[in-house]
């Protein structure tokens, strides 16, 4: 009976805020100053109504359960997706990326919060932020996360930049000043993209590797995590302390873990589910028609490319029997044809790639990749040497030319793909042999003979895309030093690509916090990467996520994940 | 009995030390997830690697987890940093929970089904019954999960089409057989095609035996004789082969799991196994041998129950 009647009050209550919000809002889209200060004022008799959204419970299917909810244990996109609604950065990005203030405002060379040498960051932290549970945000909780990053028995996923900083000290409460030990191009990342700051008060004393804070993290941000049901869902609820008044609209996230595509596509048709994230694009045509449902599309900076093996096996001083010539290089990118890929096998829905620096300030402009050209192609074979051996395949002093391509198992557009390229690249007399394995054995490393480690392969499909700052990418990537080799073999030059102009613009690009500068050394970057022809960029991938409509205030961003404002959003009934 | 007991203890050791190997020697490895994270160096994996142990030579590694899961420390999972242990009892439940529907849904069908095929041996009804016992035989489970669905949950929607009850919300007992329903048809329905078959040899088997003629000439009613004589008879194998079947409910429910995203521990298993969690796969695997273990002997201490004639010690 207690219950009901508790039930009663609740339900009286929530009626009573929904009737009042609403009308606030009207009122306070207008004027958001005054609202504030009228809160301030007298924060006991406006707080509870004033502060509440417009309610509701949104559902959202994740076809992968986040590892942890800890930013510098996390590996899986899906951690950083449900994460970011709770835990926040100094800084953020926005859709066009470029930095904005989050927790801190954004340092500048131009206000004196950089140093002119680029090696102090000063943060001025905003202003009356608490944790979800009131405890103040202060700058030690910035100190702290980079104490526990660095500490050595926690086994962070990276290190990277925060290995270079020299001090971080808290002159008060607001201020935060960082001295690096030399320059790091993508300082203002840290601690924010795609990381976060960690709460000193939870977890000093604690112990990392499994401390409650992994599933259940404290954060600052607009939702707060309620419950984590290992295998089937985690439930955030809306943080009362969130420091933007009115804000969050949604009483209640519920991420719904459902690992079968064919299972989330059943519920969003059922509408058990509200938002599908990540859909597969080869099942997106199941959408098509689909009553209530769109599909949003956000470009991402991750392209789909060919990967080209420079070298015969791992030494890269010894050249592959057919890539070590630039005019067979060349004469495979003109014999691809984009135009089915894209709009056959993509629905149309990605655009052609042109540079592996595809989306963001770093990204050059005007480039286009050899224009689609079997004749061409042709051509060049012959002038190379290589000739049909009478089945239609070129042969070259006895030797075909027949190359192989490998991929992760398991990818159907993927697959496709390599089907398309087989018959593109045999019109020109080149045989293309399909052999996809496991991504372990793809991806593993040195000791364990991973393929592209050890440079047992011709051709490989894969995808990668740059940070925000695409210094970290272009240095694992393409850097003449990232060369895997033995012992250790750690780098992700699989190309294999030796080129000391290149290695000068990376180095370059990272010497400076001078973004025009940096654009231009990365622009000469990109320029080498696609003069060697090693690097084929087919085309960018799109994110693609279902939405039903009754969810608004989406919008697409690249350099986030889905609910990188779910905090605007709305759910009608 | 002790002594049965007691003899599990080297062979589950044994099943652990080669398990290990087995798993480590698997290309990828824990750190495979994190190689293609543009920040994450190479000195970053040697870091992780040193961190997590997995510099060390196999053996240390595996005597260092012997040493920790015997005292019930079973490790702390890479991928979700929790203890191994609390992770899986929370995912154990479900499990338990849809095993114990499918063992009682099969049985509850196979026995009458398989006793009407024998006694009706040979005509259309035992026809029937040996057809669709094929059929249940050769259904891939994940497909009939996945038809399933589209025809009760998309199609029909009488049935959710996955979960174990609407997530954020007290679950009472009709939802839950709601959410039960399904899953439990998908992984019930080789066994229960399975168990009908064996029940209708077996009854066959028996009735052939010259005493059951001679209850027949002595004008014993056919019920009791079916029931009574040969059932009975028939049933003791029968009990041994569904005690000793009872661990491929687990397997079964690795597939049905995911399917129905029934969050048990096959669906740990197969999410651990694809991220190389080693101390979660471990805990999981050495529970399913556990039970392999514990199914075999109730087998035999069932057997021995119930025909007098073996003896167990």
């Known amino acids: ?96 990326g470029n930095y904005v203030p989050e927790l801190a405002e954004v340092p500048s060379v131009d206000n004196g919060t950089i140093s002119e040498d680029g090696l102090t960051v000063t943060y001025n932290l905003v202003d009356g932020i608490t944790w979800s549970d009131e405890h103040p945000f202060t700058s030690r909780d910035v100190q702290f996360t980079w104490e526990t990053v660095m500490d050595p028995g926690n086994a962070v996923t990276t290190q990277k930049g925060y290995e270079d900083i020299a001090s971080i000290e808290t002159p008060d409460d607001q201020t935060v000043v960082v001295t690096y030990t030399k320059l790091y191009s993508a300082a203002l990342s840290l601690f924010s993209i795609p990381e976060a700051i960690l709460p000193a008060h939870v977890l000093e004393g604690e112990s990392f590797g499994d401390a409650e804070f992994n599933r259940i993290p404290e954060g600052t941000g607009p939702f707060m995590v309620a419950e984590w049901n290992s295998g089937q869902s985690i439930i955030l609820e809306r943080n009362p302390n969130y420091r933007v008044a009115n804000s969050p609209q949604l009483d209640r996230i519920i991420f719904k873990i459902i690992p079968d595509q064919n299972a989330g596509i059943a519920q969003m048709r059922t509408g058990d589910i509200d938002v599908f994230w990540n859909v597969d694009s080869a099942v997106i045509d199941q959408f098509d028609g689909m009553e209530g449902v769109d599909v949003q599309v ?105 190359l192989e391509i490998s991929t992760p198992t398991g990818q159907q557009v993927r697959e496709l793909t390599e089907q398309v390229l087989q018959e593109q690249f045999k019109a020109v007399g080149i045989e293309l042999v399909i052999n996809n394995v496991p991504a372990a054995t793809l991806f593993g490393n040195w000791a364990e003979n991973g393929k592209l480690q050890r440079g047992d392969f011709d051709i490989t499909m894969d995808t990668w895309g740059p940070d925000l700052d695409p210094a970290g990418f272009l240095g694992i990537l393409f850097d003449s030093k990232s060369i895997p080799q033995d012992p250790g073999g750690q780098g992700w030059n699989f190309f294999r690509l030796q080129s000391d102009r290149l290695d000068a613009a990376i180095e370059e690009g990272a010497s400076t916090l001078d973004i025009e500068a940096r654009r231009a050394a990365y622009r000469t970057a990109v320029e080498e990467i696609l003069a060697a022809g090693v690097y084929i960029p087919l085309y960018k991938r799109s994110k693609l996520d279902a939405f039903s409509q009754k969810v608004s205030g989406q919008s697409p961003n690249p350099w986030g994940e889905l609910t990188w404002n779910a905090e605007d959003w709305t759910i009608s009934n | 009995m002790v002594k049965r007991v007691l003899q599990a203890v080297p062979i589950l050791v044994g099943i652990s030390l080669v398990t290990f190997i087995l798993l480590q020697l698997t290309p990828g490895g824990p750190t495979a997830a994190y190689r293609g994270i543009a920040n994450v160096t190479g000195e970053d994996l040697a870091r992780i690697e040193a961190e997590l142990g997995f510099d060390k030579p196999i053996f240390i590694q595996y005597f260092s987890w012997l040493g920790k899961f015997v005292q019930g420390n079973w490790g702390i999972s890479f991928v979700a940093r929790v203890p191994v242990f609390g992770l899986i009892m929370e995912r154990l439940p479900a499990t338990l929970l849809l095993m114990a529907s499918g063992i009682t849904v099969s049985l509850l069908l196979a026995i009458p089904l398989g006793l009407l095929a024998a006694i009706k041996r040979d005509t259309w009804v035992d026809h029937v019954l040996t057809f669709a016992s094929f059929v249940g035989l050769s259904i891939p489970v994940f497909w009939l999960g996945l038809m399933l669905i589209i025809v009760f949950s998309v199609w029909l929607g009488w049935f959710p089409t996955g979960g174990m009850g609407p997530p954020g919300e007290e679950i009472g007992v009709m939802t839950r057989i709601k959410y039960l ?35 027949k000439a002595r004008g014993l009613p056919p019920m009791r004789r079916y029931m009574k004589h040969a059932f009975r008879n028939a049933g003791i194998p029968f ?48 529970l399913g041998s556990l039970m392999v273990l514990a199914s075999n002997l109730l087998a035999d201490v069932l057997y021995a129950k119930l025909d007098p004639r073996v003896r167990f010690d």
């Not at chain 2, 066994?191 to 003629?213: G, N, P, Q, W």
């Not at chain 2, 995203?261 to 695997?285: C, E, H, K, N, Q």
Request: net charge negative; charged share 20%; hydrophobic share 40%.
């Open chain 1, 1 to 96: 009976m207690k219950r009901v009647t508790a039930l009663l009050v609740a339900l009286t209550l929530v009626a009573a805020a929904c009737g009042g919000s609403s009308g606030d809002d009207g009122e306070s889209s207008g004027a958001p100053a005054t609202d504030t200060e009228t809160e301030t004022d007298s924060p006991t008799t406006t707080a509870a109504p004033a502060d509440t959204g417009s309610g509701g419970t949104l559902t959202i299917g994740l076809f992968q359960e986040p590892d942890n909810l800890n930013p510098f244990l996390a590996v899986q996109t899906a951690s950083r997706m449900v994460r970011d609604l709770v835990l926040e950065g100094l800084v953020d990005a926005d859709p066009d």
């Open chain 1, 298 to 402: 956000t470009p991402s900076s991750n392209v789909e490319y060919l990967g080209l093996n420079l070298s015969s096996g791992s030494d890269p001083n010894t050249p592959h029997f057919a890539f070590g010539d630039p005019n067979v290089r060349l004469a495979l990118a003109m014999a691809i044809d984009r135009t089915p890929i894209i709009e056959e096998l993509l629905f149309g829905l990605s655009e052609a790639a042109t540079s592996p620096i595809g989306l963001g300030w770093a990204a050059p402009e005007g480039l286009s990749n050899p224009a689609y050209d079997p004749d061409g192609a042709r051509a060049l074979l012959e002038e190379a040497g290589w000739v049909d051996s009478g089945d239609g395949i070129r042969e070259k002093d006895g030797q075909r030319l027949t």
């Open chain 2, 239 to 286: 009990v041994t082969v569904v005690a000793i079947h009872i661990p491929e409910f687990l397997v079964g429910a690795l597939v049905v799991e995911t399917i129905f995203t029934w969050p048990g521990t096959g669906r740990l298993f197969w999410d651990s196994a694809v991220r190389f969690d080693y101390p979660v796969l471990m805990g999981i695997l050495v």
């Open chain 2, 181 to 215: 329903t399904l899953p439990t048809v998908a992984v019930s329905m080789v066994s229960l095609s399975f168990f009908t078959r064996y029940l209708r040899a077996s009854m066959i088997e028996t009735m052939d035996e010259d005493y059951m003629r001679f209850n």
